[in-house]
């Protein structure tokens, strides 16, 4: 069955010290945590559903590739200083004590998934099980595989037709490149496929997909085409057209994420301005069915795509962007790549466009012209007004002091949000500490006229909920004393509470009593009165 994909709010997991040096990420024993190498000295687990640190580690020694997880012995495997290999268990401290295992050929990195083994692959392209050259890591056998003007771009764990590959990317001296397929096990051959084209086009992303009848290779060319190529084969090939994107700038190089058998991602430069764009694309429709714009474009050759999200470093953050697959129309997806519309906000409306389309078009624009009377009229019209767009708007408003702005906050703050893990990540994304506070004084202020408002409450508990540690570590006067007022509200209504309960009891009490004596109209007695004459 076809699947549709729509990106969630993305959040940030951790920040980055120093892009240059972060390693990257990989995935854990636990199916909810990833391990982030996050510097060449330092290892930390996350959790994704509250980002909170699982555990972590310290090193000296320094870190050369991403720290993995052996599946198979249940332990973690680092390179260090490009030629030793160390194994620890999560209830190790630090790692400074290790013992180490030195080989002589220098280490790329350390492959390996649920299903396959911890593999190591050499600076020389060599591939090789890594509790077998562990025991030969002084004397190792063979020469070579790529040249040594050639190096190592990157190297992926792939399926063809149900048999794991490493995947190798290697560029040589003369920027030519070429995908070299190694496979895992000894019945499969290696192949090796040019990734360079006789006219002038270069390829700037690539990545293998597997469907439930074949493999194929995803390749995106500088002209925006996108071209699927079945695997194996021995040599290269053009492949088949599938679809052109527009929104990339095919100048940079850009990341692809394989989704599905009949979807990838794709992460790039915007075409327009210079933040950076994720892009859902439809392989089996050759259409756009999502995208996600980010602030800051980064190269994202150190990211990881889960079943449910993507991890991508963008700026000084590691992002998660979540997304979800749902059976789609098929006229939701036509038209999906149709020109930019264009016109205000009423044409818009005129034409019949979605309310929540018409915010995508429109908001954008006047948050960055400062158009602050424009994002009060696409609320005001508009009622089906994404989340990201109510947060959005908030942060706006609260940085611009005006009438228009005070008016946009009372519009928001009477919209409730949906209340889920994404509207937390939004508000916790656009709206920082003092934002927040400054919000829940005006909602103590509304709650005090209004305590029963379920959407003011709703807002309250998403904003205690989204900065709660950093209420928790504050020591501020400030913060001390609007957490106070809401408290005082709470518990004034919890006395109410209280004494509802009791009055509802002190009823039901009295009209018990009043059951129990209340006189009957007839006597159930038999008995009659005689007057006697005694004198």
Known sequence: ???STQFLAPYSLCPLIEYKNFLGVSEDALSDC???TLSRNMVIRFR?????????????NKLTAPVVYDHFDN???GIFNGDEVAFWQDSLEQLNKLKKFKFTWLI????SSKDVPPHIVYMNGNV????VDREARKDPEGKDFILTTENIEDVKLVNIHGSPFVAMHVIGAQGSSCLHFIPISDEKEKFTIKLDRNDDLKLIGHTVIESETTTYLIQLWSNGDLTSLELPLEKGSAGRFVGNISVINTQLQATLFPISGEQVAIYGAQSESEGGILVMFSIKYGVVEATENLKIYNSASKSLARSRELIIPSGANLLVIPYKLYT?????????????LEGDLDDLVDKGISESRICELLFDTYAESKNAKGILHLLEKCQDVPDRYLVRSLAFALNNNTDDCNRIKEVVLSRPLVGDDNSLSLVRTHIPLQMALTLLEILADKMSDSPCDRIFIEWACLLLDSH?????????????????KLQEIVLSQMEYMETLKLLNWEMVNMKKVKAKFKIPLTSSHNYTIETIQLY
């Open 1 to 3: 069955m076809s699947h």
């Open 328 to 340: 789609p129309r098929l006229s939701g997806l036509v038209g999906s790549q149709a020109p930019r």
């Open 128 to 131: 090789c099980p890594l509790n």
């Open 468 to 484: 709660y540690q950093q209420y928790l570590l504050s020591r501020d006067a400030d913060v001390n004393e609007t957490i106070k």
């Open 48 to 60: 994704l559903s509250d980002q909170k640190q699982v555990s972590s580690w310290g090193t000296k």
């Open 108 to 111: 790329h990195s350390v492959v």
């Open 75 to 77: 332990r973690f495997i």
């Open 34 to 36: 990833v391990i982030v």
